[in-house]
């Protein structure tokens, strides 16, 4: 059962669009496009699934999300502090020298931040490990990982590929952000991925295919991916990189550029427009009633 309707979890991500659009073009710099691509699904996430408790980050019962495509570092900025991580006043320090908010997530430095990643490549290895140790150890936490388009091509995805399916390590979920454009351009000219579903398959995961902008279709494939037995999932989602705002969207150009004084304003009447007139949904920042305490 949804704590929050589709509308106010798309009005809450439009406001953390808002927030990752601000903290770049504050700092000069930064990655907008896998930011705004992957807000719905993590707002899907950090809204409705992960058992959390923000006043106690490092609590060994947590469910882990790690956010292997490590430079849209914002978003999963903007979505700490609103769940209570830590103070949104924070954010405006984004990759200034001595913040907690570096350009690449540190899991040294900022609460809730599970593994420091930006080395594209390694995030997956590294959730393996952990949804192994909670095998071992018998914990019942579950495991979220968010790859990149791009980031699959790396040669180390597919070794953790393999391992996971190894270990039958069904207490992870993996999602692949899967825009279609990398840092220079189309990942199709890149490097092709497809038959992509295919070739997860074919490692031995249960794998789904869905808008990932579509919250009743992230809802299904999560909810789905939980029950599977003795594999591990893979959630391939169809996004649309610098979604919600029209000169961003699937512009490679967006990839790793701060906006303009313009073009921020430009960008946030764009998201603005999207929300609902009325509702409070987002505004507060807290969780599901009674998430945070479990
Ligand atoms: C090992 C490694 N090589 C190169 C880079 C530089 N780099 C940063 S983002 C990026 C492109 C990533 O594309 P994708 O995974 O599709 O990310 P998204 O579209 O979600 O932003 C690259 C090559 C890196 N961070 N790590
Ligand atoms: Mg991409």
Redesign the pocket.
């Given at each position: 059962m949804s704590g929050y309707t589709d509308e106010q979890l798309a009005q809450i991500s439009n406001e953390l669009r808002e927030r990752v659009l601000q903290m770049i073009a504050k700092a000069g710099s930064g990655?907008p496009?896998?930011s705004l691509?992957?807000a719905d699904i993590m707002t899907y996430l950090f809204y409705e699934v992960l058992r959390l408790d923000p006043q106690h980050p490092k609590w060994p019962d947590r469910d882990r999300f790690i956010l292997a495509?490590?430079?849209?570092a914002p978003i999963l900025y903007a979505i700490l502090a609103k769940r209570g991580f830590f103070p949104e006043a924070w954010l405006d320090t984004l990759r200034q020298l001595g913040s907690p908010l570096q350009g690449h997530p540190s899991m040294k430095d900022t609460p809730g931040v599970e593994a420091s990643t930006?080395?594209?490549?390694q995030g997956l290895s590294f959730g393996v490990g952990v949804a192994l140790a909670g095998k071992l150890d018998q914990k019942d936490y579950r495991v979220y990982v968010l790859?990149?388009?791009?980031?699959?091509q790396?040669g180390q995805v597919w070794e953790a590929a393999m391992a996971a399916a190894k270990f039958r390590l069904d207490n992870l979920t993996a999602i692949l952000?899967y825009?279609g454009?990398?840092?220079d351009g189309k990942?199709p000219d890149v490097m092709p991925l497809e038959p992509l579903a295919d070739k997860w398959r074919a490692f031995g995961w249960a794998v789904w295919e869905i808008d990932g902008h579509n919250f009743a279709d992230i809802r299904r494939a999560v909810t789905e991916a939980r029950g599977v037995r003795g594999q591990p999932a893979m959630i391939v989602a169809h996004t649309v990189?610098g979604k919600g705002v029209s000169f961003m969207e699937h512009r490679a150009e967006w990839?790793?550029k701060a906006p303009s004084a313009a073009e921020l304003a430009t960008a946030l009447t764009e998201l603005h427009a999207h929300r609902q007139p009325a509702g409070d949904a987002g505004a507060s920042g807290k969780g599901r009633e009674g998430d945070d305490q479990q």
């Open positions: 990655h496009g896998g691509s992957a495509k490590g430079h849209a930006g080395s594209l490549g790859l990149g388009d791009g980031e699959v790396e952000d825009n454009v990398q840092s990942v990189k990839h790793g």
